[in-house]
DNA sequence: CTACCTGCAAAAGGTTTGCATAGCC
DNA sequence: GGCTATGCAAACCTTTTGCAGGTAG
């Protein structure tokens, strides 16, 4: 792959940035340091450097995909009030991709965990 | 709420279909007993009916979402060959609903669990 | 009878793609 | 110089929505 000054800028955007961004908030973000970089130029690169293992692809399915710069295995809690998603650490007693293995014969290469429920200050404040 | 021929047809198709099928699929599927049933219909209802935890909804990140009848805790794990949803029990002694509780102190209301594989056919014919 | 639900079609996102041009190597 | 990546805009797909007419209670 060639190198360019977009693709660079996408995954340091995406790496200094742990709120998981969707697509436009890379893309807006991005405008910042090269006004005229194009969506189109952003959606391309988010799909390849997801092919190349250099950042992780969030689904969330409450409207558009999301992107994450952690590639250390952890999962993704989603406060369903305010919409934050915040990372939480997956011990390794938490085998599950060799459980799954052992119950089904698959080969896991990949394990996606979302949770949804309230932080605490949705809580205090809906509540 | 109040009853429909068609929203009836669609709580049926999903229960009684173990694929987890899309919107574009139950459509399909509805239309054989109910020619003019329409997609709209299809999304209003689906909709619905997850919202009252009669079904499940699945957000898998390729395409577009699918849907579960069975209400009981499991995962599904997608064979990146064929693409076929498989269910996984998961065993009580996960209890990672309680351990991201206590990491984070948001309280969480539902966990959605995907990973992606190969099946040991798509093993077989693509290796 | 009234309120909710449907079918239809248009609109609304989000994402992908074709094409001509610009930029890396 | 050749080949890849970009910008722009149009195309695509899935999902949502507005509206007029139909149906359950």
Redesign the pocket.
């Known amino acids: 792959?060639?190198?360019?000054?977009?693709?660079t800028l996408?995954l340091e955007t995406i790496k200094n940035n742990p709120i998981h961004p969707?697509?436009?908030e890379v893309y807006n973000q991005a405008r910042e340091k090269?006004p005229?970089?194009?969506?189109?130029?952003?959606?391309?690169?988010?799909?390849?450097l997801s092919e190349l293992g250099l950042i992780k692809h969030i689904a969330v399915s409450d409207?558009?995909?999301r992107y994450d710069g952690r590639l250390d295995r952890h999962f993704h809690l989603i406060c369903s009030g305010c919409g934050k998603v915040k990372d939480v650490e997956l011990e390794k007693y938490f085998a599950l991709e060799r459980y799954a293995e052992e119950q089904t014969d698959y080969k896991v290469d990949e394990i996606d965990i979302v949770m949804r429920g309230y932080c605490p200050e949705c809580r205090k404040t809906l509540f």
Do not use: F, H, P
């Open positions: 792959m060639k190198n360019s000054r977009q693709r996408i969707t697509a436009k090269c005229n970089i194009s969506l189109g130029t952003v959606y391309r690169n988010l799909s390849a409207g558009c995909d």
